[in-house]
């Protein structure tokens, strides 16, 4: 058979299949027919098993809608890769078990043949199924039974160009790929990432495929934003992946295939890569409008125009293209990945290649990473030549410059400084713009895209470096100079930049002294700098702030933040830690701010463990800890306490600033290499608070135990930790160890309020063992501070009294009160007035001992006592004290509630209302009234709206209105009226 083209199929090259290839074949062919004719999923059934028991049928089609092949409704379909004689087709038929019960539903049968049969013989053979069929009282065989041999397979198998390119047949393979060879190509070998911006654009690709309106699409975008990746995700999965071809680019795929294809109705989807708009206007044009052909045509943008919509690519956007890297260079640092994001500027082939750099080559600066060849692959086919070239890095030095109305007066700056004509700066700013490498910004212009920026700024800095830093630097406004240094900042660290720095730092420079530093905007330029040359800086920092008194560094407010920035990501380098961090701790003691990213908070950050806001490692880091909790300073030393409990902080978290340096790759951060040396850094600074607890300074031994007794929550699931702390308690006074009791105590108690099963329990038990036995008063000292919500009253209570009496046996009533009066504040006093009356002491010597506590913190001691008396059943103890005390109204007011609702309480609380305010009146009755006479509320009600005189008030009412009517949907008769009155008010 001649050969009629790429997309012909040889009938004997069917024929050559034989085996399981045929079988295997033919079954994609019928999925690929469904495919193009819009079937359902479901319509087909076909097993690649071979030999089995099929009973007649390698196929099945239900509810199928008729096409020149198959017919519609239910069919089955049986493969034979050789030919078959007339009388062997009959008897197959005859065993065909399945095949004949479709048939008797009134379903067809094709038998498929890998043969090459004359029209003759095929007759033959059909002729006798049809026999066959009759015979077994099938009605209607002749018009449901047919014969398709490898002649009718191979023009079957042309309408479908992504089966009749397949090898398998000799098909043009080499020439474009199938879905299958174009995905497991090696470009597509990366991780597809996806964000909202692709996603919705893949589904505009497939909804325009899928539609066929257009039957061209087009997509455009520079060089490594993945168009190819976008188009092949668009069809991966999709019912048409199967009619899919692809072109690598345009020049492998003749205008003469398409036209074949039109003319012998073929249908696929032709994805056609590396074709520019003139020749995607060829290839659409030679399609029909009902055309069953769809084309897609990748490229970049270009001259030229096209009636097809374009869809174009922008840039990946930053948080999909970290995602990205994540995916396909797990083991770039996160340093290196905010870099190689930022330099990339959205283009993926340039990210995943800059990525591959940095992991091959170590840190480096973006002005050393970017390079002609990569502008030139990626972002632009040429750039300036000559002088022009010169002009367009004289641009790219800033990171914006005026070029119309007022601020073109910068173009007369630039030029002054570095010796440049106007006319080839703005030639410059021209041909930039027509090569679209200049971005507007109101009056001014920026050079881009960014690593476009980046190189043509390194090689400014290297072809004008003695110019920018004698001549150029001179004549800068402030407002030029911070963008100079911006853009410097993005190329990274430079040699001029160095010589620049110490240009400024003069005796009559920007950074000659803090009060210069504060003049116009030359703060903003300690960031930059701090990029540039972070030794330079560090030590003229450090030097300006060493030199300070502390009343200026409380008033040098204007440049505090960018002070503190600086010295943030100056602190991140290992070389230059310790200096920058005394720099900032200096700007701590001095502190002036409250923010979260002020000097104090920046400075305790370095210390986390895990996530440290420095590349120090933790020996470093904890050995300065050591030595600034050594310091004179006493304040110094509640900083060092601060640090060291950030280094036992469970949780930890942290903002991402200092490791982000412009067009720098830092170290990594001071995260420890191993468990072994996280755990050796958490008990450094168990030692450095231990060592604090026995401070000269009263703040800074409070400070440091509560830290040091905080961090019972964190290190006692770790062993190493938990018995470095248990036996670091142990050795301090019998104070921190009473409050590390009673810190144990209230996790205990929370683990059996949540039955907590997990090892927690037994690993807080192991941290209590290595503390000293426990004696009577320390258990009450542990007791006497449990919280309502850890313990259950009567237990607690119960507690109380029996290690009293260990306490003293004589006098166990003495050990609480005593107790009551020398701790201003007990958690457990309502238990304790409990348990004092469980220990015999009667209503007359109760108040007298306890009366003098009322109103004060340890007041519940005195209520607990008389509920005590009152559930013992004395119901009056509440009202005789009451009635007899000379209490204050409020606290009247505040007892009263805490008794029985008995008439001589009621009487009592409507006489001390008028006496107190709204607010303070609602918030005490809130609870009582809550099952009170409806009558009762809306009285107190209506007494409380003449009196109202703030919105605390107000608020205070409809509180308590609420509370009574919650759940209540019966009309209340004299509460609703109140209060609609109040809400009306």
């Known amino acids: 058979m001649p050969d009629f083209g790429p997309f012909s199929v040889n009938p004997a090259r069917v024929t050559a299949l034989g085996g399981a290839n045929f079988g295997q ?251 520019d708009r003139k020749e995607h206007e060829i290839f659409a044009s030679t399609l029909a409008v009902d055309s069953s052909i769809r084309i897609v045509t990748i490229g970049e943008p270009g001259n030229g125009s096209t009636r097809s919509p374009i869809l174009n690519l922008s840039g990946f956007g930053d948080e999909g293209m970290h995602e990205l890297l994540r995916a396909n260079r797990s083991n770039l640092s996160a340093e290196a990945k905010r870099v190689v994001v930022q330099i990339a500027a959205g283009n993926i082939d340039y990210a995943l290649k800059l990525a591959q750099t940095t992991l091959d080559a170590g840190p480096g600066v973006a002005g050393r990473l970017v390079t002609e060849g990569d502008i030139r692959a990626f972002f632009t086919d040429q750039l300036p030549d000559g002088q022009l070239f010169l002009a367009g890095c004289a641009l790219a030095l800033f990171s914006r410059f005026g070029l119309d109305g007022e601020p073109a007066q910068e173009i007369d700056v630039i030029c002054a400084g570095l010796g440049i004509s106007a006319e080839n700066l703005r030639n410059a700013a021209t041909e930039l713009q027509l090569r679209r490498m200049l971005s507007k910004q109101g009056r001014y212009r920026s050079v881009g895209p960014h690593p476009v920026a980046v190189y043509l700024a390194a090689r400014g800095w290297t072809e004008f ?97 960018d002070l503190v920035w600086a010295l943030e990501k100056l602190a991140w380098h290992s070389k230059t830690f310790v200096a920058a961090a005394d720099a900032l701790l200096r700007l701590s003691i001095a502190e002036n701010e409250s923010y979260s990213n002020n000097a104090s908070g920046t400075w305790i950050e370095f210390f986390a463990t895990m996530l440290p806001g420095t590349a120090a490692m933790p020996d470093l880091r904890m050995t300065y800890l050591q030595g600034t909790a050594m310091s004179h300073d006493p304040r110094v030393r509640l900083m060092a306490a601060r640090g060291a409990n950030r280094a036992l902080d469970p949780h930890e978290t942290i903002m991402v600033s200092g490791e982000v340096q412009g067009g720098v790759v830092v170290e990594t951060s001071g995260t420890p290499a191993t468990l072994v040396d996280a755990w050796i850094c958490r008990n450094s600074a168990i030692d450095v608070l231990a060592t604090l607890t026995t401070d000269a300074d009263e703040n800074v031994v409070e400070e440091a135990s509560k830290h040091l007794i905080d961090s019972v929550h964190g290190p006692f699931e770790t062993p190493v930790n938990r018995d470095h702390l248990g036996r670091t308690i142990a050795r301090l006074s019998p104070e921190v160890i009473a409050r590390a009791r009673i810190q144990i105590e209230g996790l205990r108690s929370l683990f059996d309020w949540a039955d907590t099963q997990d090892g927690r329990p037994a690993a807080l038990a192991e941290l209590e063992a290595l503390l000293p036995a426990e004696k009577p008063m320390d258990r009450l000292t542990v007791l006497v501070n449990a919280r309502t919500w850890d313990r259950k009253t009567d237990s607690l209570t119960d507690e109380l009294v029996e290690n009293a009496r260990l306490a003293d046996i004589d006098d166990p009533i003495g050990v609480l009160l005593q107790l009551l009066v020398s701790i201003s504040e007990l958690p457990a006093a309502y238990a304790i007035g409990q348990a004092i009356r469980l220990l015999g002491l009667g209503y007359n010597d109760g108040i007298t001992r306890l009366s003098s506590l009322a109103g004060t913190a340890n007041g519940e001691a005195l209520i607990g006592f008389l509920r005590t008396l009152m559930n013992e059943g004395d119901v009056d103890a509440f009202d005789r004290y009451l009635d007899g005390a000379n209490l204050p109204a409020l606290v009247t007011l505040q007892y009263s509630v805490r008794g029985a609702r008995s008439p001589a309480a009621a009487a009592r609380v409507d006489r001390l209302l008028p006496r107190v305010t709204v607010t303070e009146s609602a918030r005490v009755l809130f609870t009582w009234m809550h099952d009170a006479d409806q009558a009762d509320s809306a009285r107190y009600l209506r007494q409380w709206e003449s009196r109202i005189e703030t919105q605390a008030d107000y608020n205070a009412a409809i509180d308590f209105a609420a509370m009574q009517v919650f759940r209540k949907a019966e009309p209340l008769a004299d509460l609703d009226p109140a209060i609609a009155d109040l809400v009306r008010r």
């Open 465 to 561: 470096g003695q110019k920018i830093v004698v001549d150029l630097l001179p004549v800068l406004d402030p407002d030029l100079t911070e963008r100079l240094f911006r853009r410097a900042a993005d190329v990274g660290e430079l040699d001029s930049g160095r010589s620049a720095i110490l240009a400024v730092r003069a005796s009559d420079g920007p950074l000659a002294s803090l009060d210069s530093i504060a003049e116009g905007k030359n703060s903003d330029l300690l960031v930059h700098f701090a990029v540039l040359a972070p030794a330079t800086m560090t030590d003229r920092l450090a030097e300006l702030i060493a030199a300070a008194s502390e009343d200026d560094l409380m008033h040098a407010r204007g440049i505090r933040r």
């Open 25 to 275: 074949f033919i079954g994609r062919l019928l999925a690929t027919e469904a495919v193009a004719h819009g079937m359902a999923g479901t319509t087909l059934e076909t097993t690649y098993l071979e030999n089995i028991g099929d009973g007649g049928v390698d196929a099945g089609l239900r509810d199928a809608t008729g096409t020149s092949w198959p017919p519609s409704g239910d069919s089955a379909w049986q493969f034979k890769a050789g030919g078959l004689t007339p009388a062997k087709c009959k008897a197959e038929f005859e065993g065909a078990t399945k095949a004949i019960e479709i048939l008797r539903a009134g379903g067809t049968y094709r038998l498929v043949l890998g043969a090459s049969l004359t029209s003759a013989k095929i007759a033959a053979r059909r002729n006798k199924l049809i026999e066959a069929a009759t015979s077994l009282g099938i009605a209607a065989a002749s018009s449901r039974i047919d014969v398709i041999a490898a002649d009718g397979l191979a023009r079957w198998i042309e309408t479908y160009p992504a089966l009749a390119v397949s090898p398998l047949l000799g098909g043009i393979g080499r020439r474009v790929l199938t879905f299958k060879e174009w995905s497991d190509s090696h470009p597509h070998e990366t991780l597809w990432t996806g964000s909202r911006q692709r996603d919705s654009e893949i589904e505009a690709l497939r909804s325009s495929i899928a539609s066929g309106t257009p039957i061209a699409s087009r997509i455009e975008g520079v060089s490594g934003l993945g168009k190819s990746r976008l188009t092949l995700e668009a069809v991966r999965g999709q019912d048409f992946e199967s009619l899919v071809i692809y072109a690598p680019a345009a020049d492998q795929f003749p205008i003469d295939l398409l036209i074949q294809m039109r003319s012998q109705d073929r249908v696929g989807v032709v994805v056609i890569d590396e074709c």
